[in-house]
């Protein structure tokens, strides 16, 4: 250890310092990472609660009621945005130039900047406008928080600390509907809908404050060459009983075995057992979407609606899920570190798969047919169990397992081109759920569901195929996938 400590240039007065930090420090700091899934959460939740406003309706749209084209650009710009910020190169720059802490703060600095361009807006273009600036903010946000997260933490949190990510987006989506629900009246000095908007500037300042004090990720540092500043950040973040000295001469090694590979080209992260890493993670997370969670959180009202009969029903779905979605969160956090990503992705699609063939089931021989009322009402909360089951069983699972996982097995030189790529596939998943679903509830109606048991059928043989990583340090992963690359090669039929 001493003599990876002297190749690195640490003194010897730096190597007899003790951590001063620990596990309430690893906490304070992902919680402050974690407000980037709070500002998702908040920007996946708060638009239906302004286009119901009459007051949105009048500032924004002369009063007339919105068109079909207008809903789907104020949608769908938000991920477009968002997968514009995620796109590996523009990712990949951006991280190296500004840094996980910079680039935090570049984010949170754009949405600030986009919820004041929609707090303002008298148009539907500037709106749009707005809604694109936040969409770029949340994708480098989401690009960037759960490696930053899972940089710091040590192995047997790390699982922990980034599923704090996933449960910040639940609770933003949650307090986004809570704001919309206080503000609705609100016409004067402002319209409600502008105070919905403008008050979500609070975090985004919090976040930006929060990048400025929190400490580097120390592999990130050491990648950059600033091997003091990297171990004087390792201090900060590790208890005095923590071996501070051998964690940085693993990440050391581990960065001298990239450099002795040569330089982490494009070429090489599309290639060979890197390629291999992107098709994994590129499946973990378009399956996480294609799961079809977001199916019920931007159209659930509608299906609420129609299991109901009533135009009411919508808003009732709409706390129902949010407070599901945050209780059913807590166990992934719980657990994680304790049954592994893979397990709880299984169980979590097996779930899910039984759900939606409930809810397809029922809804196609209750509830779509003249004769439903035959069925009784029992069939509508049979439904409804199924969607809450449904959102359930995403929450402990898919919900943040692709997250945590994607965050964890990239090797350091090419961690943020393969987060930036697989964050991209899911807001890619995101925006064919937000086009395709209310066309296929449209001309399928409850049948469209049996398409969500077929990809969480694949989901459950993507959790059964790929190895698990819980407790290992992410040097550990790195070998774990180069081993597991290793002897599918020289496998009988391989080829190798």
């Known amino acids: 250890v001493d003599e990876i400590l002297s190749r690195a240039g640490i003194s010897s007065d730096l190597r007899q310092k003790q951590g001063r930090g620990g596990c309430l420090t690893v906490l304070a700091v992902a919680i402050f990472s974690s407000l980037s899934g709070l500002l998702m959460g908040l920007d996946i939740g708060y638009m239906a609660g302004v286009k119901s406003m009459e007051s949105f309706s009048e500032d924004v749209l002369n009063g007339n009621p919105m068109t079909g084209m207008q809903d789907s650009l104020i949608t769908m710009i938000f991920g477009a945005g968002a997968a514009v910020a995620c796109f ?31 707090t303002v807006a008298c148009d539907i273009w500037t709106m749009a406008a707005g809604r694109f600036l936040a969409g770029l903010s949340v994708g480098l946000l989401s690009g960037n928080a759960p490696i930053y997260t899972s940089e710091i933490s040590p192995p047997a949190m790390r699982g922990r600390l980034v599923a704090g990510f996933q449960f910040a987006v639940t609770v933003g989506i949650m307090v986004a ?25 609070i975090p985004g300042a919090l976040l930006i404050l929060g990048g400025v004090i929190l400490p580097g990720s120390p592999r990130y540092l050491v990648s950059r060459g600033k091997n003091t500043e990297a171990f004087n950040a390792l201090l900060r973040l590790r208890s005095k009983e923590q071996d501070v000295q051998a964690e940085f001469a693993e990440i050391v090694l581990e960065q001298e075995d990239e450099e002795a590979n040569g330089q982490a080209t494009w070429k090489e992260f599309l290639s060979g057992d890197n390629a291999k890493l ?50 059913a969160t807590i166990p992934a956090i719980l657990l994680v570190d304790k049954f592994g990503r893979t397990s709880l992705m299984k169980w979590s699609a097996i779930g899910m798969c039984l759900c939606s063939g409930i809810l397809a089931t029922v809804g196609d021989i209750c509830l779509t047919k003249e004769d439903s009322l035959t069925c009784g009402p029992w069939s509508q909360w049979i439904a409804t169990l199924a969607i809450c089951g449904f959102i359930l069983n995403y929450a402990y699972g898919w919900g943040g397992m692709p997250w945590i996982y994607c965050a964890e097995m990239f090797p350091l030189s090419h961690r943020t081109k393969g987060v930036a790529a697989t964050t991209d596939a899911n807001w890619i998943g995101n925006m064919l759920i937000a086009f395709l679903t209310p066309i296929l509830l449209e001309s399928w109606n409850f049948n469209f569901f049996w398409v969500l048991v077929a990809t969480n059928l694949f989901g459950v043989y993507c ?34």
């Not at 990712?91 to 929609?118: E, H, P, Y």
């Not at 809570?178 to 908007?197: M, Q, T, Y």
Request: glycine fraction near 12%; include cysteine.
């Open 88 to 118: 590996p190169p523009i990712m990949d720059f951006l991280a190296g130039k500004l840094g996980r802490k910079g680039t935090l703060i570049a984010g949170g600095s754009l949405f600030c900047l986009g919820s004041a361009v929609q």
């Open 177 to 201: 509907f809570l704001l919309a629900l206080a503000f609705e009246d609100v016409v004067e000095p402002f319209s409600g809908w502008r105070w919905l908007i403008g008050v979500q500037v």
């Open 278 to 327: 992107l098709g994994i993670g590129l499946a973990i997370q378009l399956l996480g979407q294609l799961a079809g969670m977001n199916a019920f959180m931007y159209d659930g009202p509608l299906i609420f609606e129609r299991l109901f009969d009533s135009p009411h029903a919508g808003r009732l779905f709409t706390a129902i899920a949010g407070a599901v979605n945050i209780v």
């Open 463 to 496: 959790a059964m195929s790929v190895p698990e990583t819980k407790n290992k340090s992410l040097e550990e992963i790195n070998v774990m996938f180069r081993d597991l690359f290793s002897r599918q090669r020289k496998a009988p039929g391989s080829g190798a």
